[in-house]
């Protein structure tokens, strides 16, 4: 039992990946060719390893992982931010390859219980089209902020041709993430909940649903502080610090920032008289903005947990 237990740190780069089983101080450095892959496949088998974990490294990492899986090994995939952090904590300040790996395999036998997601091709391809959709507007914003600098006709033109383009592809984009959404029968039905929240609409549904599989399943708390919105308290003594919001999954609020303010401030009555009882209290309007995203990801956390779409008379009172 001990021995399926086993944990491998794997620090992946666009060349090679390197190894450390912490548990044995052994190490292995593999070049990312198949038959690389195929040589770590052994050297962990050789000696006991029943799960991987790896930093999400820009895709690289993810046909390393689907060589693992196909071995019959468990690979996780872990927040790089929250490694490095690790190591700090740890007095570990030099950095690289191998030591990221080490870093690693310490890191997933500390927090054993949660070493990263658990492996789900349809949340992972969902997540891949949101991201790739986020990119696309990004693009057309920046786009659109240098067109506000007088260009020269030339530049101009291309300019309208790209965000031509950009629309065009958006809209493909975005009808094959609403068709995967209703191809999918558990997105399908976390899609309609998420969706009946007067203010949110299809794509916000599928970024919730990619990238915060846990929703419905934690407390209320955890599902705030992994959006990034809960308030950490900054006291010492007698002290009593001004709270602050940290942490958390920056690409999904930076997703959710848009239609929780489209809710808060037009869309969804409830949201709005909080939003504006916060304002009348003195609250600036970016911090009353995130007191209503920390307030709508926790309803919708109640909601996906319970299977009931949105009341306005019971959530006026949440």
């Not at 021995?3 to 666009?14: L, P, S, T, Y």
């Not at 065009?168 to 984009?173: C, F, G, V, W």
């Not at 239609?259 to 037009?266: H, M, S």
């Amino acid at each position: 039992m001990a021995q399926i237990e086993r944990i491998v740190g794997i620090d992946v780069a666009k060349e090679k990946a390197d190894a450390c089983i912490r548990s044995l101080s052994v190490r292995h450095s593999s070049a990312s060719t198949p038959e690389g892959r195929r040589e770590l496949i052994d050297w962990l088998r050789v000696h006991g390893v029943g799960k991987a974990v790896m930093e999400a490294s820009g895709g690289y990492e993810r046909g390393w992982a689907a060589a693992l899986r196909e071995a019959g090994i468990e690979a996780r995939l872990v927040d790089p931010k929250r490694v490095r952090h690790f190591a700090k904590s740890a007095g570990r300040l030099a950095k690289n390859d191998p030591i990221d790996a080490e870093m690693i395999a310490w890191f997933a036998e500390t927090f054993c219980e949660t070493p990263g997601q658990a492996h789900d091709p349809e949340r992972e391809e969902l997540q891949a089209m949101v991201n790739a959709r986020a990119g696309l507007v990004e693009m057309r914003t920046q786009i659109l902020n240098r067109g506000e600098h007088g260009e020269p006709p030339a530049v101009r033109q291309a300019h309208a041709a790209m965000l031509k383009t950009l629309a065009a592809q958006l809209l493909k984009l975005e009808a094959a993430i609403a068709a995967k959404l209703k191809a999918t029968p558990r997105f399908a039905a976390l899609a309609e909940i998420i969706e009946s929240v007067p203010g949110l609409a299809t794509q916000a549904a599928a970024a919730l649903i990619a990238m915060m599989p846990e929703l419905g399943r934690v407390s209320n708390k955890i599902v705030a502080a992994l959006l990034g919105t809960a308030p950490y308290d900054d006291d010492s003594g007698n002290h009593r610090g001004e709270r602050h919001v940290k942490g958390g999954r920056r690409d999904l609020r930076n997703l959710f920032y848009m239609p929780a303010l489209g809710a808060a401030t037009q869309h969804n009555p409830v949201l709005k008289a909080f939003y504006l009882r916060l304002r009348a209290k003195g609250k600036k309007a970016k911090v009353a903005l995130v007191a209503c995203m920390r307030k709508l990801i926790v309803i919708l956390n109640v909601m996906v947990a319970r299977g009931e779409k949105w009341d306005p008379a019971r959530h006026a009172l949440a």
